[in-house]
Antibody
Framework: EVQLVESGGGLVKPGGSLRLSCAAS????????MNWIRQAPGKGLEWVSS????????YYADSVKGRFTISRDNAKNSVYLQMNSLRAEDTAVYYC?????????????????WGKGTTVTVSS | SSELTQDPAVSVALGQTVRITCQGD??????ASWYQQKPGQAPILVIY???NRPSGIPDRFSGSSSGNTASLTITGAQAEDEADYYC???????????FGGGTKLTVL
């Protein structure tokens, strides 16, 4: 079964750090780009970061750039999100998702597998 | 602010057809994908590419695109289709992922 399982969420004080993990199974992890997406309470989906299959393309949303670091270990079938200098507005459920891309007259990108999410709460 | 714009809420009578739209300049270069999210659950992919449904998604869900607007159509809406729907694509640079603000669908 194709599966993503996030872990590492919790309660942290403003200015603190947290490392999220996402363990993949049931597919060839090393051939897929991976993304982190978050959802603040009562709000919509917000893309956080992405990393290509071979680590060479990494992108961040402006809201987290300089504070968050995405990484992956293809040998461990895992992707990570190191979150530093956390703020109250980083409080959210964090999802990891597998990305597929291709061409069908124009480019397409989509996320076909999502984890159940891990909750991060930043509060004093 | 999102580079993809969706109506915040749409309603449809049971069994009728509803269209949910997503607008953005980047949709001229990239297809939108669509996700359904029910309360307390992770999003699930319902439409991707030109008009493709993942396995297990009912054929009452379809997608289309014209210019800078992508649409998700539900033909014969069911009570279980009541959910939030998000469109997703890339920004103009192609490097960043963007989501629409989401549309809350109510089935009356």
């Amino acid at each position: 079964e194709v599966q993503l399982v996030e872990s590492g969420g919790g309660l942290v004080k403003p200015g603190g750090s947290l490392r999220l993990s996402c363990a993949a199974s049931g597919f060839t992890f090393s051939t897929y780009s991976m993304n982190w997406i978050r959802q603040a309470p009562g709000k919509g989906l917000e893309w956080v970061s992405s990393i290509s299959s071979s680590y060479n393309y990494i992108y961040y949303a402006d809201s987290v750039k300089g504070r968050f670091t995405i990484s992956r270990d293809n040998a461990k079938n895992s992707v990570y999100l190191q979150m530093n200098s956390l703020r109250a507005e980083d409080t959210a459920v964090y999802y990891c998702a597998r990305e597929v891309s291709g061409w069908e007259l124009i480019y397409y990108y989509y996320m076909d597998v999502w984890g159940k999410g891990t909750t991060v709460t930043v509060s004093s | 602010s999102s580079e993809l714009t969706q109506d915040p809420a749409v309603s449809v009578a049971l069994g009728q057809t509803v269209r949910i739209t997503c607008q953005g300049d980047s949709l001229r270069r990239y297809y939108a994908s669509w996700y359904q999210q029910k309360p307390g659950q992770a999003p699930i992919l319902v439409i991707y590419g030109k008009n493709n449904r993942p396995s297990g998604i009912p054929d009452r869900f379809s997608g289309s695109s014209s210019g800078n607007t992508a649409s998700l159509t539900i033909t014969g809406a069911q009570a279980e289709d009541e959910a939030d729907y998000y469109c997703n694509s890339r920004d103009s640079s192609g490097n960043h992922v963007v989501f629409g603000g989401g549309t809350k669908l109510t089935v009356l």
